[in-house]
C-alpha cells in the first residue's frame, strides 16, 4: 500500500525543512511506501530555494497564490497513493501523528480520520495552561457543532488540518474551495457521501499570527456559510 503525504506551504521558510526531515522519519509497517508532496503556493519568502535543496520530495509550485486548499487538491491530483495525508507545515501538527492517523483506515475502521485538537483539550481561561487564541478555539467549537447538527456525525474539530483519508473518496470528488474554506467543504461532502468520519487525539502546539499564523476570523464566517452551503447544493 503507499501513503501519499501533502505538504501545502506558504511562506513557511522557518519551519518547513525540519516538518519534512520529520516527515521523511516516521516509520510504517513494511509493506508500507510512501510519498512526500510538497506543493509550494508561490511563496515569496526563502521557501523555494529551501525545497529545491531537499532529497526524496516532489515538488509542485504554483505560479500564484492560490490558497491552501487549492494547494492540497494539487497535492491529490499527482498523488500515486491509497491514502492521503494532509500535514502542514508549521509544526503546530506533529507528523509522529501520522502513524495513529491511518492505522484506523488500514484497519478497514474508517475511510477518514481527522487528527483533534479538541478532543480532550478543555478551555482554561487563566493559569499557566492557559488556553493560546481562545477566540479560535471557541470558533472551532461552534464550526465543530454547526456540523454535527447539519450532518449528523459528531466532530469535535472539523477545522483541524491535520486529516487521513482513502484517496478513492475524494478521486471524485469536486472542490471549489480555494482556501482555509477547503477543511468544511471537504468534511460536507465526505459526511454526505455517507462515510463517517472517526477522530482521534493528537498532539498540537498552536502559533500565534507574530509567528506565521494565516487564518482569520473571516474564514469562520465564511466556513460557516459552506457548511450550510454544501448541506443542501453539491
Known sequence: ????????????????????????????????????????????DKTGKILKKIDGIKIYTHGTNQG???????????SKGDVVVIQDADLEY??????R???PIL??????????RLKNYPLRLSGKRKTPLITHYL????LSFITSFL?????????????????????????HSKRFDFEPEFTAKVLKMGHKILEIPIKVKPRGYDEGKKITWRDGFRAVWILIKYRFVD
Open 1 to 44: 500500500m503507499k501513503l501519499s503525504i501533502i505538504i501545502p506551504v506558504y511562506n513557511e521558510e522557518r519551519t518547513v525543512a525540519e516538518v519534512i526531515k520529520r516527515v521523511k522519519k516516521v516509520k510504517f509497517p513494511a509493506n508500507i511506501s510512501r510519498e512526500v508532496i510538497v506543493v509550494n503556493d508561490a511563496s515569496i
Open 68 to 78: 491552501k486548499g487549492a494547494a492540497v487538491m494539487t497535492g491529490v491530483k499527482y
Open 94 to 99: 506533529d507528523p509522529d501523528d501520522i502513524t
Open 101 to 103: 492517523l491511518i492505522t
Open 107 to 116: 484497519q478497514n475502521k474508517a475511510q477518514a480520520v481527522y487528527g483533534s
Open 139 to 142: 470558533g472551532n467549537k461552534l
Open 151 to 175: 450532518y449528523g456525525n459528531y466532530l469535535s474539530d472539523m477545522e483541524t488540518g491535520h486529516k487521513a483519508f482513502k484517496k478513492s473518496i475524494i478521486a471524485g470528488m469536486k472542490i
